[in-house]
């Protein structure tokens, strides 16, 4: 699953893009000198350069110091404009965000999926964009927006 999921990242996230992870980056053994190999191990196997990472829970935050020499940036939670849109990044899924009555996006891991169904007939604007909801891929801004887009459009014909 390890490999598949860095080949695919490798295959569709370039050099230079922006690659946020959602966190739980990977499970390691209880030593933290091993478990930092693995995550430095496991980062230098991706070739974005400009990886960041959002904690989750299995992250450890006690680490934090070690994980800014690896990632772009390390945080609990991020927001970004792009082209226009609001995004919200967190590890855990959220009923109320900033910007949430602004058409913001709420974009997160955590629960693998579970939330699919409330995610897909709600009009809220949220996402699980974890890689095992999308055949262990990671998603791009172009899959988000044109998702996004069909709840806004359904949720106006409502």
């Known amino acids: 699953m390890d490999n598949t999921i860095i080949k695919n ?7 230079n893009d922006v690659l946020y992870h959602l ?3 990977c499970f390691g053994p209880k030593d933290d000198n091993k478990y930092m190999q693995l995550i430095e191990k496991y980062r230098n196997s991706i070739k974005c350069k400009n990886l960041s990472l959002i904690f989750g829970n299995h992250d450890r935050k006690h680490l934090k110091s070690q ?5 772009t940036s390390v945080s609990d939670y991020h927001e970004i404009k792009l082209n226009g849109m609001h995004l919200i990044l967190s590890h855990f ?5 900033n910007k949430v009555h602004r058409g913001s996006y709420m974009l997160y ?10 995610d897909s007939l ?3 604007l949220t996402l699980d964009v974890g890689v095992d909801t ?5 998603w791009n801004i172009v899959e988000i ?3 996004m887009k069909i709840k806004q459009t359904n949720k106006t014909n409502k």
């Not at 990242?9 to 050099?15: A, L, M, Q, R, S």
């Not at 891991?109 to 409330?118: A, D, M, P, R, Y």
């Not at 999308?134 to 990671?138: D, G, S, T, Y």
Request: no cysteine; charged share 25%; glycine share 8%.
């Open 122 to 124: 709600s009009s809220s």
């Open 67 to 71: 994980y800014e020499k690896i990632f």
């Open 23 to 25: 966190g739980d980056f």
């Open 9 to 15: 990242i490798n295959d569709k996230v370039k050099e």
């Open 134 to 138: 999308h055949n262990f891929n990671p």
């Open 145 to 147: 927006n044109n998702l």
């Open 109 to 118: 891991g955590h629960v693998h999926g579970k939330l699919f169904n409330e």
């Open 93 to 97: 899924p959220m009923r109320s965000w």
